[in-house]
T-cell receptor, first 111, second 114 residues
Framework: GESVGLHLPTLSVQEGDNSIINCAYS??????FIWYKQESGKGPQFIID?????DKRQGQRVTVLLNKTVKHLSLQIAATQPGDSAVYFC??????????FGKGTMLLVSP | SQTIHQWPATLVQPVGSPLSLECTVE??????LYWYRQAAGRGLQLLFY??????ISSEVPQNLSASRPQDRQFILSSKKLLLSDSGFYLC?????????????FGPGTRLTVL
């Protein structure tokens, strides 16, 4: 599979811990944000999204927090499992524009 | 439900050879289509996007071109590959003219140029 972790920041956690992955964005006009998960050798998979009129959104074991004041987005994964090991990307867009992707963070979960 | 296919899954090509990567989408009509490249350990670089048949926007000047001969078919091509064209190529689609641009990705094609 692809070695996506060579230059990426890495977060290492123990199985069962909660994980927090952070993302700073630059466009203050961005009003839509997505978190993607990319496993080695595969395409990115949509996890959760949030619109700018919200500051928190929850899914199954995942929560996204949006702080527009400091242009910061975070993804919280509860009870992290080995299957959560992957590279996580945030993405943003403004209106009808194309998505702008962050650089990605590799999450490594140890049993 | 919608699905997106890419082929081939892997490809090894010599420098100077041509390239054709194909992407097709099922289960939706009039999608926006995108080609991205991902170098090892890097993020996603948008190469091309299309809002309709024959309509291609290029984001990065390079050795590649894209075409959309049918509504749900997107092709990435090159006449002569360079070593720097190696990477993981991803196709994605989104709903046409959607304000919230949620994109869905295909499985990718790993291209190695030798």
């Amino acid at each position: 599979g692809e070695s996506v972790g060579l230059h990426l920041p890495t977060l290492s956690v123990q199985e069962g811990d909660n994980s927090i992955i952070n993302c700073a964005y630059s466009n203050s006009a961005s009003d839509y944000f997505i978190w993607y998960k990319q496993e080695s050798g595969k395409g990115p998979q949509f996890i959760i999204d949030i619109r700018s009129n919200m500051d928190k959104r929850q899914g199954q074991r995942v929560t996204v927090l949006l702080n527009k004041t400091v242009k910061h987005l975070s993804l919280q994964i509860a009870a992290t499992q080995p299957g959560d090991s992957a590279v996580y990307f945030c993405a943003e867009n403004e209106g009808y524009s194309t998505l702008t992707f962050g650089k990605g963070t590799m999450l490594l979960v140890s049993p | 439900s919608q699905t997106i296919h890419q082929w081939p899954a892997t490809l090894v090509q010599p420098v100077g050879s041509p390239l054709s990567l194909e992407c097709t989408v099922e289960g939706t009509s009039n999608p926006n289509l995108y080609w991205y490249r991902q170098a090892a350990g890097r993020g996603l670089q948008l190469l091309f996007y299309s809002v309709g048949i024959g309509q291609i926007s290029s984001e990065v000047p390079q050795n590649l071109s894209a075409s959309r001969p049918q509504d749900r078919q997107f092709i990435l091509s090159s006449k002569k590959l360079l070593l720097s064209d190696s990477g993981f190529y991803l196709c994605a689609w989104s709903v046409l003219a959607s304000y919230y641009n949620e994109q869905f990705f295909g499985p990718g094609t790993r291209l190695t140029v030798l």
